[in-house]
């Protein structure tokens, strides 16, 4: 008998074994998880409108130049069997006005992880931005908290937060951050006949509003936030350092920093419940 797909089930490659286990359960069925319990750590920057605006695709405009740069460690992570991995979000607040939807949200522009599960099921799943970077452990000492990560051992970022000293704008950060309604990303997939055109081309929408299940067995903790002083370096790569993504790493070391709003330090638990999120149109 020959491979067939099973109807109503979620593939990713390789297809040939079966439905994915991810989010769902060997009878292809959906399934809940316990939280991961999340420690973050955040910096803001006003940058120059100019190169926000050049980033942005159509459809979307900016609300604000501003870029976010978050280092979050994902502990305990219920879909994947308890396991732990790292990520980094840079982000831009953008408006989204299409033929159907009218949105504000922070429009993701690269996720860095480092294991493949996330970035495969992110990618594949939902169509999130995300690529592979090693992103060790931050370390943690009186109050200064520092994340770095690497590329083929090319070290291309930075941050830093400091808990001891205040925020120079945390109303700002505040005001942005109450004004997204969730995530956005931009999913391409090119052609094989043409890797110049895409078979797939659209951006995508994971609202933040959540509302937790009747039958969801598990505490969600109320988010723990600080917010302090901060600041993020990105290095600019030669082609050899980073070779497949190096208009990634020179695009974010050419970012203007013209003046932090602040930083974050924060705890919170993570559902890691995805599979709201949607096309845009």
Not at 41 to 65: C, H, K, M, R
Not at 66 to 95: D, K, M, R
Not at 131 to 160: C, N, V
């Amino acid at each position: 008998m020959s491979f067939k797909f099973e109807k109503d089930k979620f593939y990713m490659q390789p297809v040939f074994f079966g439905p994915t286990t991810t989010m769902q359960n060997m009878q292809g069925e959906r399934i809940l998880h316990q939280p991961a319990d999340v420690e973050c750590l955040g910096v803001s920057f006003e940058t120059n409108p100019d190169q926000i605006v050049a980033l942005l695709p159509e459809g979307f405009t900016s609300n604000e130049p501003v870029v976010s740069v978050q280092v979050c460690e994902f502990a305990n992570i219920g879909w994947l069997a308890g396991h732990t991995y790292s990520l980094i979000n840079i982000s831009t607040p953008v408006h989204f006005k299409g033929e159907r939807d009218e949105l504000d949200g922070d429009l993701i522009l690269v996720m860095f992880e480092n294991h493949a599960d996330p970035i495969v099921a992110g990618r594949d799943g939902i169509g999130y931005s995300k690529i592979y970077a090693d992103i060790p452990r931050f370390t943690h000492y009186e109050g200064i908290y520092t994340a770095k990560a690497y590329s083929w051992d090319f070290p291309f970022m930075k941050l830093q937060i400091d808990v001891n000293k205040p925020a120079e704008d945390p109303d700002r950060m505040m005001k942005l951050a109450a004004q997204s309604q969730g995530k956005m990303n931009y999913r391409y997939i090119p052609s094989v006949d043409d890797i110049t055109v895409p078979d797939v081309a659209y951006p995508v929408f994971n609202p933040k509003k959540w509302e937790k299940p009747a039958d969801y067995k598990w505490e969600i903790k109320a988010p723990q936030s600080k917010f302090c002083k901060g600041s993020v370096k990105f290095y600019e790569p030669e082609w050899e350092d980073m070779p497949t993504y190096y208009r990634v790493g020179k695009g974010l070391a050419d970012l203007e920093i013209r003046k932090y709003l602040g930083a974050q330090h924060i705890l919170y638990s993570e559902p890691c419940d995805y599979m709201h999120s949607y096309r845009l149109r």
